[in-house]
């Protein structure tokens, strides 16, 4: 069990390291769409280039980021009813979740998609559209990000089972506020200082 921890623990930094990537990526996402949006305002003319290059981005964020989202816990749950079960159950529900849905799920994915990649690397594939771009870059998306959901739930997996066991923490546990609630909080605090500073104001 302890090395499955250590490859756990692993898998985590790995799916940490490409959120972080992903957390600028939809930066990118967003600057090259303002862009976009001012080059054709101001100039009347647009690229489809760009324009593909910021959906390449907004997909490369949805298909890399599931491993992360699994692994911040951040994914969609029925928490009025999972918060009513004990830990155990919680964990239990988690552990044939990831068995009978995530796993088959992933290695379908992965399945399909490698083909479409593989056709598209081959034959040079390029967008439809005047100026658009090679499409096997955004097909190598799909199963690069099922790969990863996929190494995600069995480090979830080794979790569950370690605390079932008796050998690990309660991952599902909830020692703290979101980051979605920390962020609501700063945004309230920000608002708060900028409302004392205006009424401060002669």
């Not at 918060?83 to 239990?92: E, I, V």
């Not at 988690?94 to 399909?112: A, E, K, N, T």
């Not at 690990?168 to 608002?191: F, M, N, R, Y």
Request: charged share 15%.
């Amino acid at each position: 069990m302890n090395v499955l921890l250590q490859l756990s623990r692993a898998i985590d930094a790995l799916n940490r390291a490409i959120g972080w990537l992903a957390m600028w990526l939809i930066l990118a996402a967003t600057l090259i769409s303002a862009g976009n949006a001012t080059v054709r305002r101001v100039f009347g003319t647009s690229s489809n280039a760009w324009l593909e290059v910021q959906w390449y981005l907004f997909a490369a964020v949805f298909m890399l980021g599931g491993g992360y989202a699994f692994l911040k816990n951040a994914h969609v749950r029925i928490d009025f009813i999972s918060s009513k079960l004990s830990a155990r159950a919680r964990n239990w529900i988690d552990v044939v979740g990831i068995v009978v849905f995530i796993l088959p799920l992933c290695y379908l994915m992965v399945s399909l998609g490698w083909p479409l990649f593989e056709r598209a690397w081959a034959s040079g594939e390029m967008s439809s559209n005047a100026g658009g771009l090679v499409r096997w870059p955004v097909y190598a998306l799909i199963p690069a990000g099922f790969v990863l959901l996929a190494l995600q739930s069995l480090s979830e997996l080794v979790k569950r089972i370690a605390f079932l066991t008796g050998r690990g923490p309660d991952a599902l546990a909830h020692t703290g506020p979101s980051e979605t609630e920390l962020l609501a909080k700063e945004i309230a605090e920000a608002e708060a200082q900028r409302a004392a500073h205006a009424s401060a104001k002669p």
